[in-house]
Antibody, heavy 127, light 111 residues
Framework: EVQLVESGGGLVRPGGSLRLSCAAS????????MTWVRQAPGKGLEWIGR??????????DYAAPVKGRFTISRDDSRNTVYAQMNSLKTEDTAIYYC??????????????????WGPGTMVTVSS | QSALTQPPSASGSPGQSVAISCTGT?????????VSWYQQHPGKAPKLMIY???KRPSGVPDRFSGSKSGNTASLTVSGLQAEDEADYYC???????????FGGGTKLTVL
């Protein structure tokens, strides 16, 4: 059974930093491209970034609002993906989810169909 | 403002059908057949209901179906049931730096 569990959320002052973790189990983590999506209170979903598997280059892509401030990384020995968030702004307040794509028919939709989600971790940026 | 446009609300009576639209551009929905739909109940994580415009993951009832025409995708829920009451979000691959865009969500009410 696929499980994703986020942690590391909390209250932080504007300009501060926070590191989120997502512990994964139930699938071959090293093969997976891992994605972070956030949801501000009462708002819609927002894709914020993704790290590819090391075999696919291990590269990252980010949404414009977080590029240069957030860094997504992975530790395959710990089956964990991280989101280092720096220079936090009040508009970064949201539930942060990690998610992975759907794999079926011998193909994985890493970037277009998010099939498994963690319960999320709340980040509040406020003075 | 979300990249994809959805109506804020939709409703239907039990047993009826309801369609939710999702309008994008020629750079996202119009360019790729990688439209997905998610159901989210209050306080829960989203659940994938449709991917690649029309495909259902294992376990999703066939009452849920997807379609696309030009820059607009649609999710249709047939035979509405009380448990279908939830927020629904569309998503599309874009192929650009902002790889995935989502809609603002539609609150579906079962009357």
């Amino acid at each position: 059974e696929v499980q994703l569990v986020e942690s590391g959320g909390g209250l932080v002052r504007p300009g501060g930093s926070l590191r989120l973790s997502c512990a994964a189990s139930g699938f071959t983590f090293s093969d997976a491209w891992m994605t972070w999506v956030r949801q501000a209170p009462g708002k819609g979903l927002e894709w914020i970034g993704r790290v590819k598997s090391k075999s696919d280059g291990g590269t990252t892509d980010y949404a414009a609002p977080v590029k240069g401030r957030f860094t997504i990384s992975r530790d395959d020995s710990r089956n964990t993906v991280y989101a280092q968030m720096n220079s936090l702004k009040t508009e970064d307040t949201a539930i942060y989810y990690c998610t992975i794509g759907n794999c079926s028919g011998g193909r994985c939709h890493w970037d277009d169909a998010f099939d498994f989600w963690g319960p999320g971790t709340m980040v509040t940026v406020s003075s | 403002q979300s990249a994809l446009t959805q109506p804020p609300s939709a409703s239907g009576s039990p047993g009826q059908s309801v369609a939710i639209s999702c309008t994008g551009t020629s750079s996202d929905i119009g360019a790729y057949n990688y439209v997905s739909w998610y159901q989210q109940h209050p306080g829960k994580a989203p659940k994938l209901m449709i991917y690649e415009v029309t495909k259902r993951p294992s376990g999703v009832p066939d009452r849920f179906s997807g379609s696309k025409s030009g820059n607009t995708a649609s999710l249709t829920v047939s035979g509405l049931q009380a448990e279908d009451e939830a927020d629904y979000y569309c998503g599309s691959y874009t192929g650009s730096n902002n790889l995935v865009v989502f809609g603002g969500g539609t609150k579906l009410t079962v009357l």
